[in-house]
């Protein structure tokens, strides 16, 4: 049985429980309760603190876990990245008082800076050259320049709302973080093996997100054109339409380069073009 630890609340909860469920892991996690065995597959779910989530991997009480980059380097556990996961996409970012001037790092010298991540940003700090006193205070940073506790913050950002409504302006960014899938060392081969199963389908389930099926129709003298513009998994499928010289063309396009292609279709005479969504996609 390989066991997963999971943000008990709060923002990655829904996606890490969901990602499982699209992984068609039946997962009955009402009632608080602290953990639970999936109903058809041999995964058990511990639901936990995120900044919890590195210990119980490195002490092995816990095969994976699911938390931001920005825990799994704050914590600095011995917990290895085993995959990206797409999803609680989030900035760590130094910012100041918005009325303050800043040109670059030099003018964070000798300031204050309030932060959750005193490992992180130590570290940052160390490596710019730039000596300044980390303050770490465990929640609602954003306040503290206001009350005269920092000169600075350190602090995640998404839309960058909390920052404008405290006063505060970004002025350097020092981490992109997104929610991973971790690891401990030393799998036992039996769990291995079910790991290598959970990695198959969570590959299969994200590629599906980033992808879209396409159908249109085109006239044959087109073809060649739009078959180079939509290379599909190996090849588009081409199909003859009842009405003479007229085929349908049905292939994958990556979100990506998804409007660009349906440019290059309507500008090569596609015609009926739909866009589906993809459920999963095996390679
Ligand atoms: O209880 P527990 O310890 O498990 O949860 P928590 O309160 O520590 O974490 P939680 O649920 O807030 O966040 C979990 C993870 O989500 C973080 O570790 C990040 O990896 C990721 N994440 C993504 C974020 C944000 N976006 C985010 N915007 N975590 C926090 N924020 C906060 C930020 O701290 C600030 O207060 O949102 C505010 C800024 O948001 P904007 O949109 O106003 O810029
Ligand atoms: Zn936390």
Known sequence: ??????????????????????????????????????????LEIYFLRDDDIPQYVEDGVADLGIVGLNILMEKNKK??????????????????????????????????????????????????????????????????????????????????STLFSNGLKEVQTILQSEALLIGGENLIPENQIILDKLLLRIKAVLKAKNNKYIMLNAPDHRLKAIADVLPGMKSPTIVPLAEQGWSSVQSVVNEEVFWDVIEKLKALDAEGILVIPIEKMIL
């Open 1 to 42: 049985m390989l066991k997963i630890a999971v943000q008990k609340s709060g923002r990655l909860h829904d996606e890490s429980i969901g990602l499982l469920k699209e992984c068609g892991i039946r997962i009955n996690n009402g009632n608080g309760q602290l953990k639970t065995i999936a109903a058809n597959f041999p």
């Open 79 to 160: 917990a290895a990245t085993i995959l990206p996961l797409s999803f609680g996409q989030c900035r760590l970012s130094i910012a100041i008082p918005k009325n303050k001037i800043f040109s670059d790092l030099k003018d964070l010298e000798g300031l204050k800076i309030a932060t959750s991540y005193p490992h992180i940003l130590n570290e940052y700090l160390k490596a710019q050259k730039i000596k300044a006193e980390v303050h770490e205070i465990s929640g609602s940073v954003e306040i503290a320049p206001g009350i005269g506790l920092a000169d600075a913050i350190c602090d995640l950002v998404s839309s960058g």
